[in-house]
């Protein structure tokens, strides 16, 4: 496959879908105390992929009472995005019939009840579906264990690794040509990346009218596919994650250096590119600058979480400036369930971009989304429409 090549500058639009492409799952969640994560040998707020889901912990999961939503992280980004437009759309001139159905969920479910389960339940919140359905493996099952304000995930591949290329390609022109926005998880980078790659360099072409983000999703994804998501990050726009899997992308990467805090990975992952010779750089070079005028042309933002900690927000531009700034994140009282939470703040984030809003408006967005998905079970869209203020 040839290399992706690095798309300079973007413009978002009002008008075309968010097609979210990701891992669509069952979320199974339950209540347990710190005893019932150690005696499965769990961490709080750590996330484990099974290749099987007949283990012990799904098998005692089972035995509690149990609220079966609907999950996935590029799934709950689409939902929650979805819910953010229509609630914007009523304070702006977009009118609620411009957003109808303007999230997209994409992804492989089986051909099982969980995978119908997912197909009926997810357009109840106005979000349009295009499921490839694998005939022979299960739709993926992840078991959310909340302890406090702490939950720990253990997930099953199930059929969403086997997302087809087939599919891909069915929906290019209704969905993919159609788009102003592409996001992917890094779930879906790391089991999916020959789709991952195809969509990056898509985005890349100067005839294209989208836009490319992506979220590190995970440590172990950034550990074990560092290669490949630093190609997708090479053609994204928008780059979201937390301080830890930032910080696993570039121990893998190898340009951490000791005493490195989240202001200078944020600064780092702004500037990250591959050079010729395949190595990683975070140096302003020729590959970064580029040849041609413009340095106020907005290149890549990083947008890093740390919990109840400041929010980094940085933007690099043409010729290699970067910009930093932290957003504090006001303690909230009423914290249900933090599943979702991080799904929930980049949803708002990308309803704001997509509503063209500058960017201290869609960190505000992605913080209320967030406040108001803890406060559910699961990653349950409200009832209620988003606050939000005049745009």
Not at 116 to 143: H, M, N, Q, W
Not at 360 to 377: D, F, G, P, S
Not at 379 to 384: A, D, G, L
Request: charged letters at 20%.
């Amino acid at each position: 496959m040839a290399e992706l090549q690095l798309r300079r500058g973007f413009e978002v639009k009002r008008s075309g879908h968010v097609a979210c492409f990701g891992c669509p799952m069952l979320d199974m969640v339950a209540r347990v105390d710190i005893a019932f994560l150690r005696k499965h040998g769990l961490e709080a707020d750590s996330n484990t992929m099974v290749i099987d889901k007949k283990t012990d912990v799904f098998e005692d999961v089972e035995k509690l009472p149990v609220t079966c939503v609907v999950g996935g992280a590029a799934q709950n980004t689409a939902r929650v995005c979805q819910w953010a437009l229509q609630s914007v759309a009523k304070t702006t001139d977009m009118g609620p019939e411009s957003v109808l159905q303007r999230c997209v969920s994409i992804g492989c479910v089986g051909d099982d009840s969980n995978g119908r389960f997912l197909a009926s339940e997810t357009p109840k919140d106005g979000v349009a579906v295009e499921y490839a359905i694998d005939k022979k493996l299960s739709t993926g099952v992840c078991v959310v264990m909340v302890t406090g304000n702490h939950r720990t995930l253990v997930s099953n591949y199930g059929a969403w690794m086997n997302y087809p290329g087939e599919h891909l390609e069915s929906i290019w022109g209704k969905v993919v040509l159609n788009s102003s926005m592409l996001y992917l998880s890094g779930y879906f980078v790391q089991s999916c990346n020959n789709a991952a790659r195809c969509l990056a360099n898509h985005v890349s072409t100067n005839d294209s009218q989208a836009v490319l983000s992506v979220n590190l999703s995970s440590v172990y994804v950034c550990q074990e596919s560092h290669a490949t998501v630093v190609d997708i990050i090479e053609c994204a726009a928008f780059v979201f994650g937390n301080y830890k899997e930032a910080l696993a992308l570039a121990k893998a990467c190898d340009f951490w250096d000791d005493g490195d805090g989240i202001d200078t990975l944020c600064r780092k992952l702004c500037l990250l590119h591959k050079q010729p010779n395949g190595l990683m750089s975070v140096t302003v070079d020729e590959a970064v600058t580029g040849n041609s005028p413009g340095a106020d042309t907005l290149m890549r933002t990083v947008v890093l979480t740390q919990g109840r900690e400041a929010v980094i927000h940085g933007q690099r531009w043409l010729g290699g400036r970067v910009e930093l700034e932290r957003f504090p994140v006001e303690p909230l009282d009423g914290v249900v369930d933090t599943n979702g939470a991080g799904d929930a703040f980049v949803a708002g984030y990308l309803c704001g971009v997509v509503c063209t809003q500058s960017y201290q408006q869609c960190v505000h967005l992605a913080m209320q989304c967030a406040r108001c998905i803890v406060k559910e079970t699961g990653c349950t869209v409200p009832k209620y429409d988003l606050p939000v203020c005049q745009l």
